[in-house]
């Protein structure tokens, strides 16, 4: 084992002898499961597991097992594993939502890293928020932390097709509305999009996030990617309990790793992936967290013109074990720099520079990982939005389809442009009791408008802006219609949805002054949504407006909502983004 860089911290709690009262507390207990007291008082780091797997959470389950793997490299290394869990965070069956519980993962974990003593931490991460949770966690407390994904399930299968977690969600809910598909089929054909154990197989928020971490240099090259059950997936896991005991000698921190440049390099490769558009709000909570004001305005500086490389659901048509098998992150990466698109210099956790590591990680299928200048779409990123109601939303290019242009975007001498009239919905449960409601007389030039679903008034902010048109619609062949609203979408979508509306219309935002039938003036040259009502009628509207939002469930919703961010800022508990490296702060340890 190298020399240490600076004294262990776990040493304070495990061997102070001019505090041998409270050395012998800490100690005693420790040596209860057979840990013994030379062990402790050796010297070696205590790394920390930090276990986001359980029968709560499926997506990561499997890291149960994988964190043996974990145990064995921290061993082998010369480290003391220590395994503890993390709130849990289940994207599919959370209510009512996962989104409320990223921000308090990420508080018991900052605890859990101030608090105990540990050197360093192997984060496990996998189902959407988790692995956001995780790294803010590590941004705010600076502790030496690896990541390491649980990865994709295998590649769903059903009739001869490829099918994906999430996105085959969307396509049957529309087969049923047409009657294709009775309740019996539309369940066949959608749990056989998730055949193993893992997170999501496609480029939804869990895999997109996961390859973003590697993206920043928080993983080991390839991590992302590897499906769940394959062999290296084991092995990633030894390689990376291994790793992080020499992160803790040689003393890296996150803080040298996530820099702004590394950040810059994660947004040009969500552009790339067409990665979920919970890409933005996450990666901006963990840049706010290490201390960097990232914002909406770099996503679309950086991330806009970046083109779409990647050809996996919802934007394109492979899976997680074909995005793996074509070279994952590293080829994706390989691409952006050969164009020039990458921060090289940027410190990855393997102890080399991103430059070196991708510079000869040439995609082995071109079929999955496009050329830099033959992609599969041009300028793919993310649009910022703003108009006279709202400050900023976001919308995901890389999956406006051509259907789309050709309905809403190519009136001759309006091209990028339209109008539509707004079909107002107050949150998801409104939307569902009356999307099918003749009265609202619902046809191919409307809108449809959620409001309710922020962060404040939905707590947590719902994934819910991907509407289906009415079964009416559907029968007709209109699959599906411009949405628009204050919550997010599934990364699994594939909607052309203007999201994540700040500042939502609970906290007072314009949205909550729409109602049914305005008309909206879209412009994606622009880069606006205008309400065409005059100021004196939008005024009088204000005037009338009053503050509500369903009563809190929890206490923990409560508190959320009275600490909570906007998604354009990342929707993070404010009073924890102030600059905060407690570790560092705290005597340097
Ligand atoms: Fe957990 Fe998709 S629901 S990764
Ligand atoms: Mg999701």
Redesign the pocket.
Known sequence: MTDLKRPLRSQQWFDDPNHADMTAIYVERYMNYGLTRAELQSGRPIIGIAQTGSDL????RHHLELAQRVKAGIRDAGGIPMEFPVHPI????RRPT?ALDRNLAYLGLVEILHGYPLDGVVLTT???K?TPACLMAAATTDLPAIVLSGG?MLDGHHKGELIG??TVLWHARKLMAAGEIDYEGFMEMTTAASPSV???N?M????SMNALAEALGMSLTGCASIPAPYRERGQMAYATGKRICELVMQDVRPSQIMTREAFENAIAVASALGASSNCPPHLIAIARHMGIELSLEDWQRIGESVPLLVNCMPAGKYLGEGFHHAGGVPAVMHELQKAGRLHEGCMTVSGSRIGEIVADKVTGNREVILPYDEPLKHSAGFIVLSGNFFDSAIMKMSVVGEAFRKTYLSEPGKENSFEARAIVFEGPEDYHARINDPALDIDERCILVVRGAGPVGYPGSAEVVNMDPSAALIKQGVTSLPCLGDGRQ???SASPSILNMSPEAAVGGGLALLQTNDVLRVDLNARSVNLLIDDEEMQRRRAAWKPSYPASQTPWQELYRQLVGQLSTGGCLEPATLHMRIIARSGGM
């Open positions: 959470t499926p997506c990561n289940a994207e599919q069956s996962a996998g189902c959407d988790t994709p977690s999430g893992g997170h999501c496609t939804g928020t869990a895999l599934s990364g699994t």
